[in-house]
């Protein structure tokens, strides 16, 4: 149990508030490819050009060449920009609902691993995400990324709030204990009542 209430809160984007899954995208560039869809699942990382990509080092066409060389495509550009926002499932509602619940008490902030490509995408098809909170920290608009310490450390600053004053909620264990490292509260989301178990812990 954290020592004080939060006074923000701070939430995951991907898993959390939208459902993603990336076999889609697999699905969508198959077609285009010599590989099968499950060597396509075995050749797919999130590697080091992807972290590039998130934290804005590289832009979409470079790491869309690293993806034809990976997976074998043979695709024009706007195929793959569509296999690669196809990841997008839709939003999750019961968790939407709790933060704007929440936002009459707090504020809202989202920190998400992103790049330029599927930040518009989302944005697009999921409007009322952003107007949910009052402020979206995207990794590739930062330079830093969950889970390095210096990500949560620049949110926390950027906020002007102390590090364990906030509660981050991820769906990724890993992230949420980088958000620890760094001081704020975190909580593991596996699916939105953790959420909502959290926030009637801290009415």
Not at 6 to 31: C, H, K, M, N
Not at 121 to 126: G, L, V
Not at 134 to 140: C, G, K, L, M, T
């Amino acid at each position: 149990m954290p020592e004080s209430k939060p006074e923000t809160l701070l939430f995951d984007l991907g898993g959390v508030l939208i459902d993603i899954d990336f076999s889609r995208a697999l699905r969508a560039w198959q077609p285009f490819s010599r590989l099968s869809f499950d060597e396509l699942k075995q050749a797919f990382r999130f590697d080091e050009h992807y972290a590039r990509h998130e934290r804005g080092e590289i832009a979409a066409g470079q790491y869309f060449e690293h993806l034809t060389a990976v997976l074998a495509l043979d695709a024009e550009p706007a195929e793959i920009e569509r296999g690669w926002n196809a990841i997008f499932v839709s939003e999750i509602a019961e968790t939407l609902e709790l933060v704007r619940a929440a936002r009459g008490r707090m504020p809202c902030h989202v920190f998400t691993n992103t790049n330029a490509t599927h930040q518009a995408a989302w944005s697009r098809m999921f409007p009322t995400v952003a107007t949910s909170f009052d402020r979206i920290f995207a990794s590739h608009e930062i330079g830093l990324r969950k889970p390095e310490r210096r990500a949560f450390e620049h949110v926390a600053r950027a906020l002007g709030v102390p590090a364990s004053s906030i509660m981050f909620f991820d769906d990724s264990l890993e992230n949420v204990e980088g958000a620890r490292k760094a001081g704020l509260q975190a909580v593991h989301v596996r699916k939105p009542q953790d959420v909502a178990n959290a926030l009637q812990r801290n009415r």
